[in-house]
């Protein structure tokens, strides 16, 4: 008993003199805080106790909820020294030493029969939680015959009454009386294996854990959680009601600690800090990043580039009204097979921080937003957290984007656009926040990319959609002699494992280094539009409107504004500049222009056409199909109800349309139903 005693004594002293690097008194300052912020629980790092006493180390092994309950003691002892009159306000069973950062951190998959009754340390992210529920901890009866009072302590969460009341030796159902007993919060939380964490072909694992006190409530679903406790037992059930002899695992959780999303989880040494203003003040900064990404694909420099941008994100605001402007792009790659789709997005995912991959067929629409689940226990109904709110302030990589369901692919509307998730489901109405950027790929419809239709016969995705990507690569297979062998070299060398001779002289930046210099941009870097950048996107803006002349094409969008503002702002952020240069505005401007000129180029008029991604028209396709349409109107009016085919396009030729523009024109104008042929040579319009 007596090592026990001086254990308490040790941790007492440890809470009293243990001073940080800086000299601090850590614990001591928390304790005197604990009654000015209302608090019942010290949170202690595992670390700075064996770092003052390496005797915990073999007493939380050994024994740990006796070293649970001695710590717990330790420190109610030093408040009632210190600060008399709030522990005797307050149930001093509340009061608690939080164990975090326990050196015994074991993984969800690791989990065997040695650990239990344990202290171990796990992490995953938080799928489900409970609502949280009174548990009865001391309860207070009374006999309802002769109204005697009975205290009962409450084992293991079991609601136990007294079988007979011990004055008058009476069995009798005895009264609960609630207000006399003792009630503690209790919440169950579900955590998952994190995806970063999963071995490939493994299915993630779970565990559920038990929180009591003051540590419910404080994470929620989708949080990166770290949880201290130990590892109990409740035994299996089976169908009929008998015990079988395999038990259930679960954590009675003693301290809980929430990873900071996104950025925070990156640790930068001053080492790194000092490299990472040396990259930042490279005057190739930009070159050298845009080369590190996907090393292994050869050429795609400018898709690179806006991946690259993507990566580092452009400013969100949150305007004076409350509305939300938001910072992250979404990038849309379609292409022919072979072209390295899929490989891209593989390293997007292995490079950003919180980054999901996920592929077209294999997510439903509660799989990427959010699924309300029938939980089995309480027989409540929970929200459990789908793909774009785990990566929320993260990238979502998905690939087979046209192999998607239609249905579920409507789920992802409101996330690129509002950055939120809402569900209305089975009684729960709630938003969530899903703040990411998405990368998807698609194949063309035909399998290879048809130059010679329009974009949206290529790819059937609604406009809807398509206008919600900032930019739109298409990726074509050309057969080009040079280029093919320059391909083929590179990759036989990449196999051979050699380094081709004309490698880039500029060094790229390896994937680790990468990670925590786009760490160290969001975090401290929040680049400003200046005057001079704005003019340059204005004038890219207006520029291309004009074109349009007599109002036929529409060539952008405001959201193509808002698109370059983001882009320049990423590129800022990627030379850790907090102002937006006239050189970034002109950098995103060119990223837009050659993502139109491959999506929107009209061939007839040369001209950039966002008309030809909205239909199936490009603007002057639709002129000449209004031309034609007025021509067969008049013929129709002259009398004859079905028109000959060479004497329409006679007639269009003198309205000024080219003879082969009007042939082809038709022949649209048939494929597509406005006008039918009842007849060879024949044609009629199909409103008539």
């Given amino acids: 008993m007596s090592s026990y005693d001086e254990s308490q004594e040790r941790f007492e002293e440890f809470l009293r003199t243990y001073k940080d690097d800086q000299g601090t008194l850590t614990y001591w300052t928390r304790v005197q805080q604990m009654s000015i912020n209302d608090e019942t629980s010290v949170a202690i790092d595992f670390q700075d106790l064996i770092a003052f006493d390496n005797v915990f180390m073999t007493l939380a092994a050994e024994d740990p909820p006796k070293f649970i ?400 990507f900032d930019l739109i690569w298409i990726m074509v297979d050309t057969i080009e002699a040079t280029r093919d062998r320059e391909l083929a070299q590179f990759i036989l060398n990449m196999h051979q494992m050699k380094r081709s001779k004309d490698a880039p002289s500029i060094p790229p930046v390896s994937q680790e280094f990468l990670k925590k210099y786009i760490g160290y941009a969001n975090r401290y870097v929040i680049p400003q539009l200046t005057p001079e950048a704005a003019e340059v996107i204005e004038n890219f803006y207006v520029d291309l409107r004009k074109s349009a002349e007599g109002g036929a094409a529409v060539p952008i969008t405001a959201r193509q504004l808002e698109s370059l503002v983001r882009l320049s702002e990423a590129r800022a952020r990627m030379a850790l500049q907090p102002k937006v240069s006239k050189e970034d505005a002109q950098a995103a401007v060119r990223l837009m222009e050659d993502s139109l000129r491959m999506v929107a180029l009209d061939r007839v008029t040369g001209k950039i056409d966002i008309d030809k991604l909205v239909s199936r028209m490009s603007a002057s396709q639709r002129s000449s199909s209004d031309t034609i349409i007025k021509a067969i109107r008049d013929m129709e009016a002259e009398g004859t109800s079905t028109v000959n085919k060479d004497a329409l396009v006679q007639r269009a030729v003198s309205m000024g349309l080219a003879k082969e523009q009007a042939e082809e024109v038709i022949d649209k104008l048939l494929a597509e139903g406005i006008l039918y042929s009842p007849r060879d040579g024949k044609i009629r319009h199909s409103q008539n």
């Fill in 69 to 468: 309950e001695t710590v717990n003691n330790a420190l109610i002892a030093v408040l009632r020294v210190e600060d008399p009159d709030y522990v005797s306000s307050i149930d001093t069973t509340l009061i608690k030493a939080r164990i975090t950062n326990y050196s015994e951190h074991v993984p969800l998959r690791a989990i065997r029969a040695k650990h239990i009754g344990k202290l171990v340390r796990v992490s995953g992210i938080m799928m489900r939680a409970s609502e949280v529920k009174p548990l009865l901890v001391q309860a207070m009866f009374q006999c309802r015959i002769c109204d005697e009072k009975i205290p009962q302590t409450q084992e293991e969460g079991r609601y136990t009454e007294p079988v007979r009341c011990p004055l008058c030796d009476k069995k009798t159902p005895m009264r609960l009386l609630a207000q006399e007993s003792l009630f503690r919060d209790w919440q169950k939380v579900r955590i998952q294996e994190s995806p970063d964490e999963l071995p490939p072909g493994q299915m993630p694992r779970s565990i559920d854990i038990v929180l009591e006190g003051d540590i419910v409530d404080i994470s929620r679903p989708g949080d990166l959680v770290k949880v201290t406790g130990i590892l109990e037992t409740t035994p299996d059930f089976s169908r009929r009601g008998g015990r079988l002899a395999t038990f259930n695992v679960f954590i009675e959780a003693n301290g809980v600690e929430i990873s900071e999303k996104e950025h925070e989880q990156i640790e930068i040494s001053e080492e790194d800090e000092k490299q990472i203003r040396e990259l930042a003040d490279d005057p190739y900064v930009h070159e050298r990043i845009v080369a590190s990404i996907a090393p292994s694909i050869q050429g795609h420099t400018t898709i690179k580039e806006s991946i690259a941008l993507l990566l580092f994100g452009g400013v969100s605001k949150i305007l004076a009204d409350g509305t939300k402007l938001r910072g992250k792009s979404n990038i849309l790659m379609i292409g022919d097979p072979g072209t390295g789709k899929s490989q891209i997005l593989k390293f997007v995912a292995g490079l950003a921080v919180r980054a999901l991959y996920t592929s077209g067929k294999g997510s439903s629409a509660a799989g990427l937003t959010a699924a309300v689940i029938h939980d089995a226990d309480s027989g409540a109904m929970t929200l459990e957290a789908g793909a774009l709110v785990l990566a929320d302030q993260g990238i979502a990589c998905i690939d087979e984007f046209d192999k998607m369901d239609p249905t579920d692919r409507t789920a992802i509307h409101e996330a690129m656009e509002q950055h939120t998730v809402s569900i209305a489901k089975a009684g729960i109405v709630a938003t969530l926040n899903a703040r990411t950027s998405i990368l998807a790929a698609a194949n063309p419809t035909l399998g290879r990319y048809e130059s010679s239709l329009s974009v949206q016969d290529n790819i059937r995705l609604p406009f809807t959609i398509l206008s919600r």
